[in-house]
């Protein structure tokens, strides 16, 4: 995916821009979470958001006017982040609360998602937690309502200590092996079915990082090489999304 360089505000500082790139070398690990979030009929997140560099072109100024604000709704074809504004701009006038946007990677500043109180990403926050001094972090908290815990261990998935596996496949993908076979040997059309933009279900699941369910898929006869609207494999996908642990399978 080819995307365009983003300018950050002059007053971001390196810590805060190491944040910022931080968030999208590991956004795919919201999208996995959202996606199966997306499936579940008892919700399991209290909220789950990600953080956009909008800009505007200022005249007289050499560089963009540049705010970060959070959207909700979150969508992710494997090229484009797309969901609703949910903050009023403070000087852009180009953006407004509830509108919709379509965006690349390169324009994340970061993501978080939280489930029982207990938070995941939210690099910049953590970020600005580790200059504040204990009473000042305890308000901070106090006001999001939400257990940020460590600002030194920044948690990615559910139980990353106890459970390093979670990084490579998602409990729910593993848990849903029999169910999704089942699915799939009663609806077998669903395996080489694309959607209105090319996209197959072995492209979706590899966009969310699903090994177990990729690896199912390929044995029930997918299609490697099929391509999307824009010309994409899942193998591509996999490569530019940057689950490294699906291209062997792909290939």
Known sequence: MTEKPIFYSESDNPEMIKAFHKAQETFRYFWRELSWEYRRIV?????????????????????????????????FDGDMISGVLINDPTELTNIKNGDFVEVPLS????????????????????QLRSTMGEAERKEHDEAWGLNFGDYHNIQLVYGQKEYPEHLIDHPMSINMKDSLIKFLQEHPDEITNQNEAGYTLLHRETISGNRSSVEILLQLGADKAIKTGNGKTALDFAKQVGWEHLVPLLQ
């Open 107 to 126: 324009q994340v500043s970061d993501w978080l998602f939280s489930s029982q109180g207990d938070t995941y990403g939210g690099f910049t926050i953590q």
């Open 43 to 75: 919700p399991a997140l209290d909220l789950a958001c990600v953080k956009i560099a909008f800009m505007q072109n200022v005249a007289h100024q050499t560089t963009p006017a540049v705010e970060h604000m959070w959207i909700n709704e979150v969508e």
